[in-house]
């Protein structure tokens, strides 16, 4: 049996078979070594920017000039390691924790027994600007979830901190600590915490300090009330971007004194009217599972007091909004000149009286760019859909709707369709991607007009008027996820 490490008999015949040719594979190695190395640094730098992160770290052991580049933050501050459960600590991941001086971005996995991985996240000396941190709800991952926020937040390059907790149980003391040490980090520019139930803090806790304000874009799923009141409250003068799910109890009015909030996404609330007295709000994404006549009450009332408000979703997820709120009769009769978007994602889609209602409010949104329909759009709300009720309307979203054809090549060449591109000079529309079969095509798919065939691997198509879409247009008009590929109407 050969010994470990030692060539196998192939190598050795291949070497002996030629010794020329080693030689000169040699010499040539030895030539790139002494080019390289007699670069200057900067110029030595930017060739190692190049290599994977192994190869980065294998330089270490060519020589102590290449050793000493080699660790230089400018290699480094552009990468990201992802450390999964279970990871050794022999892993290349743990190699550059023991090394590195620093890294865009450091993910982590705890779970189960997480010593070995939780002692040298705790110590390590590399700095991560971004911290995300995956842990189950038990003792041990999350106390070396929270030494390693600790380790991270000591360290001075923290930016971002992004917490996910498994939570097995619903009223948790060593989650609640996690929770408490992600608080108290100071210097975040942004705060994501999300953990499967609402985890509470200990019975008698003391009430979290305030903290520097630094925060500017907050993401806080499931979590403790007090917790969110004093996110909001020592970050107001910071924040400008706010996602909230869960309980909200008594947030409205934290979030209208926050003085330079631009974007929130967040449940329906009975107080949501404090929150269109924040003058700097102008994106906005309201949901809710479950609504009830108040919350409905509650929305009207800020639609026909947030005149300021420029993109606007409406996201409801299991009942149709009931026929006496009127939420579109009150967007568009709160003279609401600001709004440039409007999504209306309705889980059952629009009904009859919500499709009249729609096409009635479009001409009371004069400053309307982009429209994002539910699943399907009737020959009513696209008959409302021209210059004279919507001048300056520039895109139309319907991420579920093709004709009664079922191709969507069809679609194109509906009147409708036909006559709200040809309305416009500068138009895009964003459909489903749904074909003919190949054995029976439509008229339209067997001329073979619009570049088909078309791909079968995406889920919605657009298309445009005049010039292919820029990044405004495609962000404006992305469902799940923005739409990639975009042919000549």
């Not at 192994?54 to 020589?63: G, I, M, N, Q, Y």
């Not at 390693?148 to 390059?157: E, F, K, P, S």
């Not at 004279?388 to 709707?401: A, E, M, N, Q």
């Not at 029976?440 to 078309?454: D, F, I, L, S």
């Amino acid at each position: 049996m050969e010994s470990e490490g030692k060539p196998s008999d192939a190598t050795q015949v291949a070497a002996v078979d030629s010794p020329a040719m080693a030689m000169e594979d040699e010499m040539q190695g030895l030539n790139v070594e002494t080019s390289l190395l007699s670069l200057p640094d900067d110029d030595l730098l930017s060739v190692l920017e190049y290599l994977s992160t192994r190869d980065l770290l294998s330089c270490r052991a060519v020589c102590h000039r290449l050793r000493d580049v080699a660790l230089r933050p400018e290699l480094w501050r552009r990468r990201s390691i992802d450390i999964e459960y279970p990871a050794s600590t022999r892993s290349l991941e743990a190699a550059v924790l023991r090394v590195a001086p620093c890294l865009s971005s450091l993910s982590i996995g705890f779970a189960g027994d997480s010593d070995a991985l939780g002692t040298l996240a705790a110590t390590t000396r590399c700095a991560a600007v971004e911290l995300i941190i995956y842990v189950d709800n038990e003792p041990t991952p999350l106390e070396a979830a929270k030494l390693a926020i600790r380790n991270q937040a000591a360290l001075g390059m923290l930016r971002t901190l992004d917490v996910r907790v498994v939570a097995h149980k619903s009223n948790d003391g060593h989650a609640a600590d996690l929770l408490a040490e992600a608080f108290s980090t100071q210097g975040l520019a942004r705060l994501v915490v999300e953990v499967d139930w609402e985890v509470k803090w200990r019975k008698g806790a003391k009430p979290a300090p305030l903290i520097p304000a630094s925060i500017k874009d907050v993401i806080l799923v499931n979590v403790d009330p007090r917790f969110v009141h004093c996110v909001l409250r020592s970050h107001a003068a910071t924040l400008q971007a706010v996602k909230l799910r869960g309980n909200r109890q008594g947030v409205a009015p934290l979030l209208a004194a926050i003085p330079g909030l631009q974007r929130l996404e967040c449940p329906v609330m009975e107080d949501l009217p404090l929150v269109a007295k924040c003058a700097s709000l102008r994106s906005l994404k309201l949901t809710a599972e479950y609504p009830d006549e108040a919350a409905f009450q509650a929305t009207a009332a800020f639609l026909r007091a947030a005149t300021h408000v420029e993109e606007l979703e409406l996201l409801w997820h299991y009942y149709s909004v009931p026929v006496e709120q009127g939420l579109l009769t009150a967007l568009a009769s709160s003279g609401c000149a600001a709004l440039r978007k409007l999504g209306l994602a309705y889980f059952t889609g629009l009904d009859d009286r919500q499709e009249m209602e729609l096409a009635s409010a479009l001409p009371g949104l004069p400053a309307l760019e982009w429209l994002v329909l539910p699943r399907t759009a009737s020959r009513r709300v696209l008959a409302a859909i021209k210059p004279g009720s919507s001048p300056r309307l520039r895109g139309l979203c319907i991420p579920d709707w093709t004709s009664e054809a079922g191709c969507v090549h069809a679609a194109m060449h509906e009147p409708d369709v036909s006559r709200v591109l040809a309305s416009y000079s500068r138009f895009f529309l964003v459909v489903r991607n749904c074909l003919c079969g190949q054995l029976q095509r439509c008229e339209y798919c067997a001329k073979g007009c619009h570049g088909v065939p078309w791909p079968t691997g995406e889920l919605e198509v657009g298309f445009y008027t005049h010039e292919a879409p820029g990044k405004e247009a495609v962000a404006a008009l992305s469902w799940k996820f923005p739409c990639e590929r975009w042919f000549k109407a």
